[in-house]
């Protein structure tokens, strides 16, 4: 189970995790595809939801008494009293949250699985559901031939949930070095670095390699960097690249440094496809910038104060343009993804990857 805050309608400040949870908060009993689904279980029986919907006391095992017993003296609701029921305004915060806890801007499927309950059992139930399934939520009822996952499974045609991104990927500076670094394409023992921080990347790309792990997120998606995150990325190749380096930097970006007809080298790539890299401007989302403000005296925006320790105006610029064009972010910043969460940035957008260095400076020629 999993706790999830539910933002306000038209919501303009991001609130932390911590306050958007105590505001109001859902309880998702199974997250399932790597977030695409999520799940609420109504144990209930027929009687016990007709109960419960209405308002009506009932012991707990209640749930557990025959279906056929009497239920005539239970008036149905009129129909503005019916829409206002509980279980509808409980949907509408599951659904609230699913949108803005998109995951590589895919809409979670919300599902509310009924597990004792049977079609068309009863016709008060049955209107719900119906009512339900109108407003988006995809009700399961449990059967020997129906099971959960064939419910939702049709629903995630066409996904590929073991590899979940957007078509197009926006570049963190971070995940262009890690594509270029002669430690990546040539990984050599630790003793042959000299720069002690770039010495623990090379123990860990013995055991953990980077390119297959960065080959499977790239391979056949578009590329794009912002304008901000090119410039930088330039101005740290221009003194700390080596020859192999640069030539990959100016391969990926061969069209924007107006070298298109650059062949590809393999031999230079090692086990890597040809790829491109397409500079576009920035546009970051304005809601970024306010985690470099501090929080409003009431607030608990910015998870107090904890992401400005870190998250600057280039961070802003970069993530920000990738929530705006609707990309997935990759980045080897260990620490962003879980620093937006906790700040109250919803939705899953970023990749996160093993990061390398430029290394090919530091390496002792043999």
């Known amino acids: 189970m999993k706790i999830i805050g539910v933002p306000l309608p038209n919501q ?11 505001r109001k908060s859902i309880k998702v009993d199974i997250i399932a595809q790597n977030g695409l ?50 279980i509808f305004n409980k949907a509408r915060d599951y659904l609230t949250a699913a949108r803005a806890c998109h995951v590589h801007y895919h809409t979670p499927i919300v599902v509310f699985a009924f597990m004792r309950i049977r079609p068309q059992e009863d016709v008060f139930v049955q209107r719900i559901m119906d009512r339900l399934t109108e407003m988006g939520i995809v009700v399961h009822l449990q059967t020997p031939d129906n099971d959960l996952q064939r419910t939702y499974m049709p629903l995630l045609k066409g996904i590929d949930v073991t590899n979940l991104s957007t078509e197009k990927l926006n570049l963190d500076v971070s995940s262009i070095f890690a594509l270029i670094s002669e430690l990546s394409h040539h990984p050599c023992s630790p003793d042959d670095i000299s720069a002690i921080p770039i010495k623990v990347q090379a123990e860990r790309e013995a ?25 930088r990325l330039k101005s740290i190749i221009d003194i700390v690249g080596g020859p192999n380096e640069i030539a990959r930097f100016q391969y990926l ?3 924007s440094l107006g070298h298109s007809e650059t062949p590809f080298d393999q031999d230079l ?29 009431k607030s608990k925006l910015n998870n107090g104060r904890k992401i400005r320790t870190r998250f600057s105006e280039f961070h802003a610029i970069v993530f920000g343009s990738g929530h705006y064009y609707k990309m997935t972010t990759l980045t080897a910043i260990q620490w962003m993804e879980k620093a937006l969460a906790d700040a109250g ?14 290394a090919e400076q530091k390496m002792v020629k043999k």
């Not at 960065?214 to 410039?231: F, N, W």
Request: aromatic residues 10%; contains cysteine.
């Open 37 to 86: 689904v999520w799940v609420k279980v109504i144990a209930r029986n027929a009687k016990a939801f007709r109960h419960e919907v209405m308002g009506l006391e009932q012991k707990e095992d209640d749930d557990y008494c025959s279906d056929d017993d009497d239920d005539d003296d239970i008036k149905e609701p009129s129909a503005s009293d019916f829409d206002s029921l509980p």
């Open 269 to 297: 790539w090692s086990i890597l496809p040809p790829l491109e890299v397409h500079v576009i401007q920035d546009a970051p989302s304005t809601e970024f910038f306010q985690l470099l403000e501090p929080p409003p005296q």
């Open 12 to 22: 303009d400040i991001w609130l932390s995790q911590v306050a958007l949870i105590k």
């Open 345 to 358: 940035v919803l939705g899953t957008f970023i990749i996160c990857h093993e990061p390398r260095s430029l």
């Open 207 to 231: 055991s953990v390699r980077c390119l297959p792990q960065l080959k499977r997120i790239v391979e056949g998606k578009e590329l794009y960097m912002v304008q901000t995150a090119y410039d």
């Open 253 to 255: 970006f061969r069209h």
